[in-house]
């Protein structure tokens, strides 16, 4: 009720920039490893780019696909985070678990993206993984329990 939204007040919306700046920033972290392992493995293996124009010509050319792997799953889960925090400051439910639960967001992915593009051990990634999205189904759960109260 009420005491809700004071404490949500006091956080303050733009708190939630932290997070999705900082998801933002894995991202294009992970962009720059795809493009610095992409661009030396063609050079070395003297791959002509008009070779790898479309994915079926690609298909098995590369032989160091994680990064690549990994900013395509980038836009798979993180859509519905920003989604779910935008919302969360549309609809003024920014509070310490809102952040708390899009920080572990951020963290998991992070995590996640630091395994697949360095050694690539599945289970690992699959745990990594697994958490994020348990805490980003969270994430939503809360914000909606929040929004129909």
Same mark, same amino acid.
């Given at each position: ?6 404490? &949500? /007040? ?5 708190? &939630?920039?932290? =997070? ?6 894995? /991202? ?22 008009? *070779?790898?124009? /479309? ?5 098995? !050319? ?5 990064? *690549? ?8 889960? =993180?859509? &519905? ?14 509070? /310490? ?11 998991? !992915?992070?995590?996640? *993206? ?34 129909? !109260?």
């Amino acid at each position: 009720g009420a005491e809700a939204r004071c404490l &949500m /007040t006091a956080i303050g919306a733009s708190s &939630m920039w932290w =997070p999705i700046a900082a998801m933002a920033l894995v /991202t294009c972290c992970v962009w720059v490893r795809l493009y610095v392992v992409r661009i030396g493995e063609m050079r070395r293996r003297r791959i002509a780019p008009q *070779s790898v124009a /479309t994915s079926i010509t690609k298909a098995g !050319r590369y032989e160091d696909v994680r990064a *690549s792997d990994n900013f395509i799953n980038l836009f798979e889960l =993180p859509v &519905m985070f920003y989604v779910g925090a935008l919302a969360a400051v549309q609809f003024s439910l920014v509070d /310490t678990a809102t952040l708390v639960l899009a920080w572990m967001f951020v963290i998991g !992915r992070a995590v996640h *993206s630091i395994i697949q593009c360095s050694y690539n051990r599945v289970m690992h990634r699959f745990h990594a993984y697994a958490a994020g999205g348990f805490v980003l189904w969270a994430l939503w759960g809360w914000l909606t329990w929040h929004l129909l !109260r």
